[in-house]
């Protein structure tokens, strides 16, 4: 077997893919209120691009894909794009991330796909306050979403939410009592500092959220052995008293840059060695001629790249959406 191996020895075989840079949402934490420039769809990857792109990736040892945006769901096609890509690479994984409104549309269909995790970002219980956060977005649309993912009981799920200071970190036990009934994991991610959006008050580090967690003593859990499921880049935390586990994820605070696997394409088809970085190699130009010796290249070029570890040097050029986040 094939593997991708940076300057630092770390096998780089899981790779994000914004299928798209639009959105439903407006995210306070991630796009201004009127949205940001949406590419030209004539600049984005197509669907047959990310095909050609994967079949390349997955001969140089990539196993796993994540599609994200944007939000995935409001590309046109995506779940029959995701069938289809389900049935070229039954060999790789395939994980999502959504804002979950368009779940409860698309869950039968999606009950198709296997999925090795779905990831759902939720904020907050409480309507106006997400109405607040996402600005235009209905709780319950992601709530009935989850419901009926959850009770087609196909698909790992875990529910992602940004911690905010004043904001939602009231909200602990509520969101662990949603995602335990639900069947899923609940995840705290520090806030990152991307975009124009940084509010250096907001941000609550990762261990602040651990002193502050509710309900007494938690245990750190988790194990990062290739099969676990409480294996990072969160750290997982057990409440053996009331039978809860949550994760936490230091995006900022404590980097998991050593044990970090991914690579990240944009919608562009530019491919990103690091989030956090402003360095990318332009894949597209060899995608849509199908050239594979040079898309591989590019590839490596893009992995001899991959920093040991996470610097921020201007956040201007980072939006989320268009990254995938
Ligand atoms: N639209 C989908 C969603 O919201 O799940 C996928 C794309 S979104 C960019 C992916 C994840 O990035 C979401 O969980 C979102 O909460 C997170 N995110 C966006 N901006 C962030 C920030 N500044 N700090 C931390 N997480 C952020
Ligand atoms: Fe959209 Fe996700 Fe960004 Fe919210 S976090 S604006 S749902 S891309």
């Known amino acids: 077997m094939v593997s991708l191996i940076d300057r ?4 780089l075989n899981y ?3 914004s299928i798209t840079d639009r959105c439903n949402y407006r995210c306070r934490y991630c796009m201004p209120e009127n949205g940001i420039t949406w590419f030209p769809h004539e600049k984005m990857l197509r669907y047959e691009d990310i095909f050609f792109l994967v079949s390349v990736l997955q001969e140089m040892g990539v196993t796993k894909i994540r599609f994200t945006g944007g939000e995935p769901f409001v590309r046109k096609g995506f779940i029959s794009f995701l069938k289809d890509f389900q049935s070229s690479f ?5 994980a999502l991330t959504t804002n979950g409104s368009f779940l409860s549309s698309f869950a039968e269909e999606l009950s198709d796909i296997r999925l090795s995790g779905l990831n ?8 106006a306050k997400f109405k607040h956060i996402t600005r235009v977005g209905r709780l319950e649309d992601v709530l009935e979403g989850i419901k009926i993912v959850a009770s087609l009981k196909k698909t790992p799920l875990k529910i992602n939410t940004v911690l905010i200071r004043n904001f939602n970190d009231d909200e602990i036990i509520p969101l662990l009592e949603l995602a335990t009934e639900n069947g899923a994991m609940l995840r705290l991610i520090e806030f990152m500092p991307l975009d124009d959006v940084w509010d250096k008050d907001s941000f609550i580090s ?3 959220i651990f002193q502050s967690l509710p309900l007494g003593k938690w245990k750190d859990i988790t194990d990062n052995s290739p099969t676990s499921c409480v294996s990072g ?4 935390y057990r409440n053996f008293k009331w039978g809860y586990t949550l994760g936490i994820i230091a995006a900022v605070s404590h980097h998991f840059c050593d044990s970090c696997n991914r690579l990240r394409v944009t919608v562009l088809g530019e491919m990103k060695p690091c989030l956090f970085s402003n360095e990318f190699v332009e894949l597209a130009p060899a995608i849509r001629i199908k050239d594979k010796d040079c ?7 893009a992995v001899s790249m991959k920093p040991s570890g ?3 040097i201007d956040r201007s050029g980072c939006r989320m959406s268009r990254i995938g986040g």
């Open 295 to 301: 898309l591989k290249e590019l590839i490596l070029k």
């Open 233 to 236: 880049p969160a750290k997982y």
């Open 15 to 17: 790779v994000r893919i």
């Open 310 to 312: 996470w610097k921020i």
């Open 90 to 94: 039954p060999e790789i994984e395939i």
């Open 8 to 11: 630092y020895g770390r096998i």
């Open 120 to 127: 759902i970002s939720l904020d907050t219980l409480d309507p």
């Open 206 to 208: 990762s261990d602040e």
